[in-house]
């Protein structure tokens, strides 16, 4: 299939028509968000659903979140109630998924088989305009092959989706980097299934109670069956074996010195000038949790391009600001890590 590509900063609104159109037929439209790029189909289509799995090569009882263009929409195929609205007043539109019983007009086919839906409504102004274009709800998954990094910039999906779905809206670079926050909720607050950068804390304040899935941090936990199926897969992993490294930043140096093969290093902003013969890549200031995960995936993805037999990074911290990071990186890593007595 040709794969249409367009750049929105030079384009006019005839593109939002045209892509909305191609969606209303079924068809498959990448699309920038404030988190990461999407992988979008009308979300009341089971053929749509199918093209998605199969563009991006994903095992099929990995549900898709369904995006919609204000929280309200959500009414025409989930079963709302207050907590919803009383989430989406404070963090819609923006990077948070919330888990609701659907209604039987979502097929199953979208919700892997689950008789809930997730529900996010995107703040990036280009997804919106796609959304109301399409007229549809719109499933989307990230636009990567299954199991690579997400995409967080144009070329990224270019490189993943190219000759296999009908359009690429390339809206540049992602402001977040990592996925939503994805929560369920429960009768006294809500439980974190994938963490994101809407946090604990800030859910705290509007929701009370504030629960992490087990399978948030410990990838082993969730066995076959875990809350939110994307869990129990490896995931964002770069070519060469991924090993993360525990200790403190000068231990990490030395660790690093003195490894003998061809290695990767993806170090702090702070630290890029500590390491004598390894391949280093600036993976974001220490102190910045944001300005990380902002630039994850796309040094993940760059390590491919790197003639390394190994990546070392650091494992974050496991603290609230830090979880959505530590998660990703340590699925990326195969939950490999090395802890360094110093
Ligand atoms: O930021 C994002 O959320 C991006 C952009 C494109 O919006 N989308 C995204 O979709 O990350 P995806 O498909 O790559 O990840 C969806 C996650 C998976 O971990 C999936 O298991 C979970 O959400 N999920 C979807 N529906 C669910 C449901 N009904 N119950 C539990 N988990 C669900
Ligand atoms: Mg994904």
């Known amino acids: 299939m040709k794969t249409e590509y367009y750049l929105l900063s030079e384009c006019d609104e005839s593109v939002f028509e045209r892509a909305g159109k191609v969606i209303r037929e079924g068809g498959l439209v990448a699309f920038p968000t404030e988190?990461?790029?999407?992988?979008?189909?009308?979300?009341?289509?089971?053929?749509?659903?199918?093209?998605?799995?199969?563009?991006?090569?994903?095992?099929?009882?990995n549900p898709l979140i369904v995006h919609v263009a204000k929280p309200s929409d959500a009414e025409?195929?989930?079963?709302?109630?207050?907590?919803?609205?009383?989430?989406?007043?404070?963090?819609?539109?923006?990077?948070?998924?919330?888990?609701?019983?659907?209604k039987d007009n979502i097929p199953k086919s979208v919700t892997g088989g689950?008789?809930?839906?997730?529900?996010?409504?995107?703040?990036?102004?280009?997804?919106?305009?796609?959304?109301?274009?399409?007229?549809?709800?719109?499933?989307?998954?990230?636009?990567?092959?299954?199991?690579?990094?997400?995409?967080?910039?144009?070329?990224?999906?270019?490189?993943?989706?190219?000759?296999?779905?009908?359009?690429?809206?390339?809206?540049?670079?992602?402001?977040?980097?990592v996925e939503?926050?994805?929560?369920?909720?429960?009768?006294?607050?809500?439980?974190?299934?994938?963490?994101?950068?809407?946090?604990?804390?800030?859910?705290?304040?509007?929701?009370?109670?504030?629960?992490?899935?087990?399978?948030?941090?410990?990838p082993g936990a969730a066995g076959e069956n875990p809350e939110s199926p994307g869990m129990k897969y490896r995931h964002y992993a770069p070519k060469a074996k991924l090993v993360l490294v525990d200790g403190t930043d000068s231990a990490f140096a030395d660790f690093i010195n003195e490894y003998s093969g061809r290695c990767a290093v993806l170090s702090y902003s702070e630290n890029l000038g500590d390491y004598k013969d390894a391949c280093v890549l600036d993976a974001g200031s220490k102190e910045s949790a944001q300005e990380q995960m902002h630039k994850l995936f796309s040094v993940l993805r760059s390590c491919d391009e790197i003639d390394?037999?190994?990546?070392?990074?650091?494992?974050?911290?496991?603290?609230?600001?830090?979880?959505?990071?530590?998660?990703?990186?340590?699925?990326?890593?195969?939950n490999e890590v090395i802890v360094l007595s110093k």
Request: charged share 20%; proline share 7%.
């Open 114 to 177: 689950l008789s809930t839906v997730a529900v996010r409504c995107p703040s990036n102004p280009y997804a919106v305009k796609l959304i109301e274009s399409a007229g549809v709800p719109i499933a989307a998954p990230s636009a990567n092959i299954s199991g690579k990094p997400s995409p967080t910039n144009g070329r990224h999906v270019y490189e993943d989706m190219d000759t296999k779905i009908a359009m690429i809206l390339d809206g540049g670079d992602c402001d977040i980097g």
């Open 180 to 218: 939503s926050t994805v929560i369920r909720l429960e009768e006294d607050g809500c439980t974190i299934l994938r963490p994101g950068e809407v946090i604990a804390r800030e859910l705290a304040l509007v929701v009370g109670n504030v629960y992490v899935a087990e399978a948030v941090t410990d």
């Open 308 to 334: 390394c037999d190994i990546i070392f990074a650091h494992l974050p911290p496991k603290t609230d600001e830090f979880l959505a990071l530590y998660n990703r990186i340590i699925r990326a890593a195969g």
């Open 76 to 102: 025409a195929f989930a079963v709302t109630n207050d907590t919803y609205y009383k989430l989406a007043e404070h963090f819609m539109p923006g990077p948070l998924t919330v888990i609701l019983e659907k």
């Open 35 to 61: 988190t990461v790029y999407g992988l979008g189909g009308d979300a009341y289509d089971p053929t749509a659903a199918e093209r998605i799995f199969a563009a991006k090569g994903r095992p099929s009882d």
